[in-house]
């Protein structure tokens, strides 16, 4: 590579950069950052610990996951409702993460809230709104969730 095309590749980067701190520093673009840390991301719910009995649901060769980003969450299994997903609010905080309202991912229909919690105890939630697990672990590659009646192991994809 010659010295000028490294010099114009130089001075193509040098400017771009100094166009993005111009367009943030007077409020034309924002850039955000997840406050989330480890949570973010793709986590495959591997077991379900019932605290009460003891019992373990192995699901490590099933398809269930939830995914976190922001204050966005989304659950999905390809086996549970032909593979509809679902989303909602969440918040990290004070080592807790709670779930609001769970929602249908469709769109086309406004998102309609899941009105049976039914539907969504395959993935070790119990109740529909306001859901609270503690972080008993949380790692870049591992995740333990909990609440009175469960333990939900994740390993992050």
Not at 26 to 38: A, F, P, T
Not at 87 to 106: A, M
Request: glycine share 8%.
């Amino acid at each position: 590579m010659s010295n000028n095309m490294k010099k114009n590749i130089f001075f193509t980067s040098l400017s771009a950069l100094f166009c993005l701190w111009l367009l943030t520093a007077c409020g034309l673009v924002e850039l955000h950052s997840s406050k989330n840390g480890d949570l973010d991301g793709f986590w495959h719910l591997e077991t379900i610990d019932s605290l009460a009995t003891g019992n373990t649901c192995d699901l490590r060769e099933e398809r269930r996951f939830w995914m976190f980003q922001g204050t966005i969450f989304q659950l999905y299994c390809p086996e549970v409702m032909d593979g509809q997903r679902f989303v909602g609010q969440f918040s990290h905080e004070n080592g807790t993460v709670t779930l609001w309202k769970v929602l249908y991912d469709i769109r086309e229909e406004g998102d309609p809230v899941v009105e049976s919690v039914d539907i969504i105890r395959p993935f070790g939630i119990n109740q529909i709104e306001n859901v609270v697990f503690h972080v008993d672990e949380l790692s870049g590659s591992k995740m333990t969730l909990s609440n009175e009646m469960l333990r939900l192991s994740f390993k992050k994809h």
